[in-house]
C-alpha cells in the first residue's frame, strides 16, 4: 500500500514555473513506477509525466516535453515536477500515482493522491 499527498499547487501566470511535489507513505516506494496526470474540467484524466522505479528513466506527454520535469527522490519518498513555460492550456487538476509497471497508461496506476489544482492565467 502507498499513500499518496500532493502540494505545490496554485495560480501562476503564464509563462512562469511551479513545482509540485508528491510525498507517499509506505517502506516500498522505491518498488512502484511514479506518475503524474491532470484532468481539465470536463475532460478525461491525461498522462503526463512517469519516472521509474529508480529514476533512471523518465517519458512524457508530449504537450509537456521541454517543459516539465519529473524527479523522485527514494530516501525521502518524494516525487516532484518541475513545470516551466506554463501555458493556460495546463490549468488542471494535477494528480500524483504509483504503478507496479513503468506505464502510461492511467488504468495501471493503483494508487492515487487526492490532487492539486493548478490554474495559469493569461
Known amino acids: 500500500q502507498v499513500q499518496l499527498v500532493e502540494s505545490g499547487g496554485g495560480l501562476v501566470q503564464a509563462g512562469g514555473s511551479m513545482r509540485l511535489s508528491c510525498a507517499a507513505s509506505?517502506?516500498?516506494?522505491?518498488?512502484?513506477?511514479m506518475g503524474w496526470f491532470r484532468q481539465a474540467p470536463g475532460k478525461e484524466r491525461d498522462f503526463v509525466a512517469g519516472?521509474?522505479?529508480?529514476?533512471?528513466?523518465?517519458y512524457y506527454a508530449d504537450s509537456v516535453k521541454g517543459r516539465f520535469t519529473i524527479s523522485r527522490d527514494n530516501a525521502k519518498n518524494m516525487v516532484n515536477l518541475q513545470m516551466n513555460s506554463l501555458k493556460p492550456e495546463d490549468t488542471a487538476v494535477y494528480y500524483c500515482?504509483?504503478?507496479?509497471?513503468?506505464?502510461?497508461?492511467?488504468?495501471?496506476?493503483?494508487?492515487w493522491g487526492q490532487g492539486t489544482q493548478v490554474t495559469v492565467s493569461s
Open positions: 519516472i521509474s522505479y529508480s529514476g533512471g528513466t523518465t
Open positions: 500515482a504509483a504503478s507496479a509497471e513503468i506505464t502510461m497508461a492511467r488504468e495501471r496506476y493503483n494508487f
Open positions: 509506505g517502506r516500498t516506494f522505491r518498488n512502484y513506477a
